[in-house]
């Protein structure tokens, strides 16, 4: 079975504190690939990073770094110097090559982040 | 650039009422996609189009019709929908046809229609 866990239902910061975002994932499959997506309050959902399970490279976006960990079956989400814009739902999710004959999307339950200022 | 637009964004129905909500996708992806998302639960999704043609349907009630003319338009369809239809319906478009079965293309969201049934 595949599944996506986002264990922060919450987090509340203020203002150009680091956060970090955690996601574990469970998939059988050896080829699959992880997300992460913004919510804001807008409704839209951001695509923010797409990752291949033989990449484990870490990658930094400007303020945002994902850390890749295959032993742990994590992908986490770090946001540094956080901004009142960085307010949102975010989302992690799995996508198994070999979990359909469709392009399935699983979901974490996704993390409300809220940055004060 | 706004990849995927949906309308309307916002929707009051009644449970007698029939409405369409509109899905149009300006990346030229072949696959469409909608998924329903309520207040504490995971994103669902309910239907997959890939060029054109269904390709998945999880066990959505009746209700909802999914209709795909072209690869760049996605409607739904409404009618005699229940209280517990409410919810943000989101729209998402990914490039592969998934013409092998397997797809795992990045899929872009639209806006969402925020549909209340009262």
């Known amino acids: 079975a595949q599944k996506v866990t986002q264990a922060q239902t919450e987090i509340s910061v203020v203002e150009k504190e680091d956060v970090t975002l955690d996601c574990v994932y469970e998939?059988?499959?050896?080829?699959?690939?992880l997300f992460w997506y913004k919510q804001p309050p807008s409704g839209e959902l951001v695509f923010l990073i797409r990752r291949n399970s033989f990449d484990e490279q870490n990658e930094i976006s400007g303020r945002y770094s994902w850390n890749f960990q295959k032993s742990t079956s994590s992908f986490n989400f770090t946001i540094t110097a956080s901004q009142v814009v960085d307010s949102a739902v975010y989302f992690c999710a799995l996508s198994s090559v070999y979990g359909g004959a469709t392009n399935k999307l699983i979901f974490g339950t996704g993390t409300l982040l809220a940055v004060q200022p | 650039e706004t990849g995927v637009t949906q309308t309307p964004r916002h929707l009051v129905m009644g449970m007698t009422n029939k409405k369409s909500l509109k899905c149009e996708q300006h990346l030229g992806h072949n696959a469409m996609y909608w998924y329903k998302q309520s207040a504490k639960k995971p994103l669902e999704l309910m239907f997959v189009y890939s060029l054109e043609e269904r390709v998945e349907n999880n066990s959505v009630p009746s209700r909802f019709s999914p209709e795909c003319p072209n690869s760049s338009h996605l409607f739904l369809h409404l009618h005699t929908l229940q209280p517990e239809d409410s919810a943000l319906y989101l729209c998402a478009s990914s490039q592969g046809s998934g013409a092998s079965g397997v797809n795992t293309d990045t899929q872009y969201f639209g806006p969402g229609t925020r549909l209340t049934v009262l």
């Open positions: 998939t059988r499959d050896t080829t699959y690939y």
